[in-house]
Structures are given as C-alpha cells and as structure tokens.
C-alpha cells in the first residue's frame, strides 16, 4: 500500500512566523502535490512537483513556496504565515507521465491554524 | 480547461435508500474521472475511476458511477445507503499538462448525511 505521511495533524503558529510542512512517500513516486481544503471550495492546488528539484505552480501558490530536495519529500512553505492560511493542507502523490490515470494517495492532512 | 461541477452541496437520505450525487464534467478531450470519498477527520480516499474502458464503473463499498458522454455526466450511485457512508464525496477530473504529467481538479464537495 501507498504511504503518504505528513508531518503534523494540527499546528498553530501565529501570524508572520514561518511555517514548514512536511510530506513524504513511499512508493517512489514521481510526481507530488500540495492542496488546501476549505469548506465549500474543494481542494485547490498550490504547488506541485514532477521531480527532484523541479516545481510549478498550481492554482493558488501566492504566500507558499516548496522545495523538494529529495524524491520521497515535498515540504510546503509559508514564508510569513498570515490568518487567511488557516486551513486543511493535504499532500499527495502520484506515479509519472501522461498516460497513466492519473490516481493520487493523500495524506491524513494538517490543520494548520494561524492566530 | 478540464472542470467538474458537483451539483449538491448537501444531500441527506435515510438508512436503506438510494443514494444519487450528482457530477458534471467540461473537458475537452476524452476525460478520465473520478470520484473520492472523505470521512470526518480522514484523509482522501479513491472510490473508483473511470479512465475510458466500461462506462460503468465499480468501486468499493457498493458504489458505482456511469459516465455519460451525451450528458457529460459521471454520477454516483448506491442501491442501499449504510450509516457509515456519511461523509465528504469529491469528483475529480484529470488534466494532462503541457509541460507533461498531470492534475486532477476537484469539484466543491457534496457532504452526504444518512439518517436511521
């Protein structure tokens, strides 16, 4: 089975403090995915990664960065935490390519809230 | 742009009953679906997917999906609700990436409440 951890299930940080979140696989997976989840809006995408070193952008990255130094770990980055960060922030992952379907395997999440 | 709208944000049955969520989807080519399930404080997990072979498809715990192109449609369905169904359901469409790989979107969620 694949594994998906994430570092902490709740965290609160006050505003302006610098926030990491840690997430990582076990199933050598090539591609990697951080969401937020809030009520009523899904999950939307704010960064994502094909590979070692390598990241884009999703939909929403303002406030966030990421770094993937190694291929089983994606750490999501809030540079200067602020109160509309509060949220649910699930990491995924997923095998490479194109044509496979696509699948992801989440992690359990972290409920981060910012005061 | 791939999308999917989930067309309930709350649906409420009783225990033995059918459940139906509803999906739409807006893609532009052949689009791979699918449909995942969250209980209260879990993570996500895969229900089933659909990725061009049978329109129905089969996925755990009972349920089912049909894609209908004509109607650009992948609903969720189960002949029986259980108690322990209540949760958070969430279609998802694929898309493929110009710079190559993929995503997956997310629709807003439809929050299924069962009653005995």
């Known amino acids: 089975d694949v594994k998906v951890t994430q570092s902490s299930r709740y965290l609160v940080k006050r505003t302006g403090e610098k926030v990491f979140l840690e997430c990582v696989q076990d199933?050598?997976?090539?591609?990697m995915f951080w969401y937020r989840q809030d009520p009523g809006l899904g999950l939307r995408l704010i960064y994502f990664?094909?590979?070692?070193?390598?990241?884009e952008k999703g939909d929403i990255p303002e406030g966030y960065s990421v770094s993937r130094e190694k291929k089983e770990r994606f750490s999501l980055i809030l540079e200067s935490a602020s109160t509309n960060q509060t949220s649910m922030y699930l990491c995924?992952?997923?095998?490479?390519?194109?044509?496979?379907?696509?699948?992801?395997?989440f992690g359990p999440g972290t409920r981060l809230t910012v005061t | 742009a791939q999308s999917v709208t989930q067309l309930d944000s709350h649906v409420s049955v009783s225990e033995g009953t059918p459940v139906l969520l509803r999906c739409n989807y807006s893609?532009?080519?052949?689009?791979?679906l699918f449909w995942y399930v969250q209980h209260p404080n879990k993570g996500l997990q895969l229900l089933l997917k659909?990725?061009?072979?049978?329109?129905l498809v089969k996925g755990i715990n009972g349920f089912e999906a049909e894609f209908k192109k004509s109607e650009t449609s992948f609903h969720l369905t189960k002949p029986s609700a259980h108690m322990s169904d209540a949760a958070e359901y969430f279609c998802?469409?694929?898309?493929?990436?110009?710079?190559?790989?993929?995503?997956?979107?997310f629709g807003t969620g439809t929050q299924l409440k069962v009653e005995l």
């Open positions: 995924a992952s997923s095998l490479g390519g194109t044509s496979g379907s696509g699948e992801q395997y």
């Open positions: 199933m050598d997976h090539e591609n």
């Open positions: 990664s094909y590979d070692v070193k390598m990241k």
């Open positions: 893609s532009s080519y052949s689009p791979s």
């Open positions: 659909y990725t061009s072979a049978a329109t």
């Open positions: 998802v469409v694929k898309s493929i990436l110009t710079g190559g790989g993929n995503k997956l979107t």
